[in-house]
């Protein structure tokens, strides 16, 4: 064999230490920059003004103080309020994935036709960039007050993301399968079923159940503007001192996430057995 003459190596060898050097030095440029970055926002947020916590602690024990024990007085009425925030968030994440799923096929770059594409994410980071609460002015303004803004905010909201997560979800399917299917002849319903279906399906579902349980925290916010449900009930007694019922109310609120938050493990559990 030749041997590679020592100038030779030794040029790679100096190849290899420039490049090294250069990714250390850009890395802590990165890191620098991130770091000035936070210190910034935190800065012009003032949280480096300590004069600032004077008193917050015993503001916060005092208002603590004031909320215990928890009122339940007033229970028997709250069970309305508790049926509105259940059905905004369950209507409100049914419409977002209608609207979702066909946004989010036509936004995946791998998928969706390559003219539409932009468009598509262009309406999806618009839809989301609005919060929820502008939402719930508007649809107030709409359809006036009740739950059924409340819906319509949440499903507006929700499009935007879930349509997002599906185009990325979509974007990450293994076309493996899918080609073999095809090379045997199988429609493309038949690839959709058979290849596509069973890898996205369990994140599909996953994406979904944590939206739903995001929404019915942002129903909750929703009362805010007039939207009913729980956040109504939490507001109005905020705003008369009724401290021990809105920790009640707040009790309640946290009974009703938990118990999503079970059916959603129930429900992952049962699709990812399913895979």
């Given at each position: 064999?030749?041997?590679i003459?020592?100038?030779?190596k ?23 920059v ?24 015993s ?14 007085s007033r229970?028997?009425?709250?069970g309305?309020?508790l049926?509105?925030?259940l ?13 979702a ?7 995946a ?12 994410r262009?309406?999806?980071?618009t839809v989301?960039?609005?919060p ?38 979509l ?8 080609d073999?299917l ?6 493309r ?25 995001h ?36 009790i ?21 057995r399913q895979?």
């Open positions: 064999m030749t041997a003459p020592t100038t030779s030794d040029a790679e060898l100096a190849a290899v230490l420039d490049d090294g050097r250069r990714r250390v030095l850009s890395g802590v440029a990165t890191t620098v991130l770091v000035l970055v936070i210190a910034g926002a935190f800065a012009y947020a003032n949280a480096f003004d300590l004069e600032r916590y004077r008193g917050a602690v503001t916060i024990l005092t208002l603590a103080a004031d909320s215990f024990p928890p009122d339940f229970w028997q009425l709250w309305r309020p049926l509105e925030t059905a905004m968030s369950i209507a409100g994440t049914v419409l977002a994935c209608m609207a799923l066909p946004l989010g096929i036509l936004a770059r791998t998928i969706g036709p390559t003219w539409c594409g932009a468009p598509i262009l309406l999806l980071n989301r960039s609005i929820g609460l502008v939402w719930g002015v508007i649809f107030v303004a709409a359809v006036g007050f009740g739950p059924l803004p409340g819906v319509f905010a949440l499903a507006c909201h929700s499009t935007g993301m879930l349509g997002k997560f599906y185009a990325e979800i974007e990450h399917v293994d076309p493996g399968p899918g073999a095809r090379s045997q002849g199988v429609s319903l038949g690839v959709l079923r058979f290849s596509v279906v069973p890898q996205i399906l369990p994140r599909l579902v996953d994406v979904t159940l944590y939206r739903w349980e929404n019915v925290r942002a129903a909750t916010v929703l009362g805010v503007v007039g939207a009913g449900g729980l956040g109504l009930e939490i507001i109005t007694a905020f705003h008369l001192f009724e401290y021990r019922e809105a920790l009640a109310l707040i309640v609120l946290l009974g009703l996430v938990t118990a999503i938050d079970f059916l959603g493990a129930w429900i992952r559990g049962r699709f990812l895979e």
